[in-house]
Structures are given as structure tokens and as C-alpha cells.
């Protein structure tokens, strides 16, 4: 008796962690399947926190300065700043006003580097809603 | 409130504020922002086991808004809140019934409480930086939900076996 409800108290329990890593797994895979893949000399898309979106090319040199939401001309350190630089080939969050400064820390974006990333061709700065992302050729 | 209801809150409070920075201070994964081991979610727990319902949203309310205020910004309430919201909804329904344990509870709670995250960051970014981050979150949730699922239950037992040897 004692050991059927021990059972009966299992069951649920099994079924329910089951549950929770079949639905994990899935959404992992649907997730991988939808991204985008990014291939040829490249382009950066950038989102600024407003929403609007503007495509530079690789090979431009160019700093971006966003400040609470939208394009501005310098940087100064104030509000919800975010300045990004595009050289060589490569885009990078060079400073952010943000607490942790982690889109900082995703380093570099590239060609070399979009298939190492964990973000893949992404730089995301959540609190600021600013993103980056290598668009390959443009497709 | 009774004083012992209440002492409970300001306890739990302040320990879900403190494992909170704890937390903050503990990058998991370098590179992907935003995954945490969730350390102040066993506040949450205890309260789902121990105290009723609106105790524990009213902890919930309380953890999202002091720890906004002391360590983080507008966007990230937010971002806590909706996670907050949907890891208590799922954790109450869960606590319905009373053959479900602790860890299921929790496991649960982590991946809701990434649902909601996930949720504000692709109405805030857009759906499709969310497809590259989600996995990562995800993984992250069920993870961090189970190991806080096991840590919770050694705690309950001990607060349990505690509770016995006052009364004896």
C-alpha cells in the first residue's frame, strides 16, 4: 500500500519534468531552425531603441552614436547611450550607458566570428532595446 | 498581517533582494547576457509552499520592485515583472496539487519565468534577435529551475526537521 502511494505520488512528478524537457528541447529546435543564417561579404543591420533600423556596409568605417533611442551626432556619456563602431569588417558595441555593459562584452562581430558567437550574428543590448546584427550579403 | 506573517515577508524580502545581487554578480554563460542562476526564485518558492497565494505575488511584486530600484532600470522591471508574473502563475497552479514536488514546481517556474523574459524582449527587439537568444535562455531555465528545485527541497527538509525538534 505504502509503496503505491509512494507511485501515485512519483508519477506526476516523472511526468511533469518530462513534460518540462520535451518542451524545452522543442523550442530549442524550432528556435535553430527559424534563425537566419548569414552568409557572403556583408552588412550590418542596426536597430535603435525607437525601432527604426538603417543597414551599413562592411567595409565602411563608421561610428554610430544612438542616445535614448535614436541617432545622435556625439557621444557624451548621458541617457541611454550606445555607440557603436563598424571597421574593417567588423562591428562592435564600443560603449553603452547600460548597467552591465554586457553588449559591450559580446566582442566582435564578422564574417569569421558570426559562426562562433553564442548569439550568432547578433549584438543585442536588451535594456536599451539596441541590436546589431550581420546580415551576410543582405539576404 | 499577522507580526508572524509579516516578519516572514520582511525576512523573505530582504533574502530575495540579497540572493538577487548575489546572482547579478555571477555570469554563467560569457557573452549571452541575462542568464542567471535565479538564486532569489527560493524566496519565491518557499513562499509558494508556505505562504498563501497573494503572499507570494505580494513577494513577487516586492522583489521586482526593490530590486529595480536598488540595481536595475525601468526596462529591466519589466523584464523581471513579466517573468515574475507568468514562473508565480505557473508555480500557483502547480501548488494545486499537492502529489506535485518541489522540483517539478521549480523547473516549471525557471522556464516560465524565461517565457515571460523572452516575451518582453521580442516585443522590445523584435522576435527575431529572440529566435538566436531564446535557446540559450531556455536551456539556462531548465536548468537553473531544476538545481534550485534540488537546493529548495534540502532546505524545506531541514526548515521541516527543524520545525519537528521545537516541538518536540
Redesign the interface.
Known amino acids: 500500500m505504502e509503496c503505491e502511494t509512494t507511485e ?2 512519483r508519477k ?2 516523472l511526468l ?2 518530462g513534460a ?2 520535451l ?2 528541447a522543442l ?2 529546435v524550432f ?2 531552425l ?3 543564417r548569414a552568409s557572403g561579404a556583408g552588412a550590418f543591420r542596426i ?1 535603435f531603441g525607437d525601432g527604426q533600423t538603417i543597414t551599413v556596409r562592411a567595409d565602411e568605417t563608421r561610428v554610430i552614436v544612438i542616445r535614448d533611442g535614436k541617432p545622435a551626432e556625439e557621444p557624451t556619456g548621458e541617457g541611454e547611450e550606445n555607440v557603436i563602431r563598424i571597421e574593417n569588417g567588423t562591428a562592435w558595441m564600443e560603449h553603452a550607458t547600460c ?2 555593459r ?2 559591450v ?3 566582435r562581430l564578422n564574417a569569421d566570428t558570426v559562426g562562433t ?6 549584438i ?1 543590448c ?4 539596441v ?1 546589431i ?1 550581420y546580415i551576410g550579403d543582405g539576404s | 498581517m499577522k507580526v508572524r506573517t509579516l516578519t516572514k515577508m520582511a525576512l523573505l524580502s530582504a533574502a530575495a533582494l540579497i540572493l538577487g545581487y548575489i546572482d547579478s554578480l555571477i555570469p554563467l554563460v560569457p557573452g549571452v547576457p541575462g542568464i542567471k542562476l535565479g538564486l532569489s526564485n527560493l524566496a519565491l518558492l518557499y513562499a509558494v509552499f508556505f505562504l498563501s497565494p497573494f503572499y507570494t505575488v505580494l513577494l513577487m511584486l516586492i522583489k521586482v520592485g526593490m530590486s529595480s530600484l536598488l540595481f536595475g532600470n525601468a526596462v529591466g522591471a519589466l523584464y523581471s515583472l513579466a517573468g515574475g508574473v507568468l514562473s508565480v502563475a505557473i508555480m500557483l497552479l502547480l501548488r494545486r496539487n499537492r502529489a506535485i514536488s518541489v522540483i517539478p514546481v521549480s523547473t516549471f517556474g525557471g522556464i516560465f519565468h524565461i517565457l515571460g523574459q523572452i516575451a518582453v524582449g521580442a516585443v522590445l527587439l523584435g522576435v527575431r534577435p529572440m529566435l538566436a537568444y531564446a535557446p540559450w535562455l531556455l536551456i539556462s531555465g531548465l536548468a537553473t529551475g531544476i538545481l534550485l528545485g534540488v537546493c529548495a527541497r534540502g532546505v524545506f527538509y531541514g526548515l521541516e526537521r527543524y520545525e519537528r525538534s521545537k516541538r518536540a
Open positions: 501515485n505520488r506526476p512528478n511533469l519534468m518540462a524537457v518542451f524545452v523550442a530549442v528556435c535553430l527559424l534563425q537566419s536597430r548597467k552591465n554586457e553588449c562584452k559580446q566582442g558567437r553564442p548569439l550568432g550574428p547578433w543585442i536588451a535594456p536599451h532595446g541590436s546584427e
